[in-house]
């Protein structure tokens, strides 16, 4: 089993940065693949940027290529999201999702969540 612990989190106004990070613990040599997704509130469960064991990162190009940067340090088993420029309609519960195989943006292709971290940007 893997568990996953997000944070870095926070109320910061727009045109700021955040860092999220992941640790993940338990069997963590056996995720492959780490994701952020995001839901922001009255809608679902977002797809926002993927990055595999091998360094392979997909984006949500719509709203956060540009931006958002992920990445992960193998050694501490730990996956970042680096948020710049945050416009309030970044404003979301950013969750980090693992999956023990190549994943795509589907929330089913997950096996292991983290429960969620709060991001509030204020205009």
């Known amino acids: 089993q893997v568990q996953l612990v997000e944070s870095g989190g926070g109320l910061v106004q727009a045109g700021a940065s955040l860092r999220l990070s992941c640790a993940a613990s338990g069997r963590a040599s056996s995720t492959y693949m780490m994701a952020w997704f995001r839901r922001a509130p009255g809608k679902e469960r977002e797809f926002v940027v993927s990055i595999s064991l091998t360094g392979g990162i997909a984006y949500n190009q719509g709203s956060v290529k540009g931006r958002f940067t992920i990445s992960r340090d193998t050694v501490r088993n730990t996956a970042y999201l680096q948020m710049n420029n945050l416009d309030p309609e970044d404003t979301a519960v950013y969750y980090c999702?693992?999956?023990?195989?190549?994943?795509?943006?589907?929330?089913?292709?997950?096996?292991?969540w983290g429960q969620g971290t709060q991001v509030t940007v204020s205009s």
């Open positions: 999702a693992g999956s023990s195989r190549w994943a795509s943006r589907s929330v089913n292709e997950y096996q292991y």
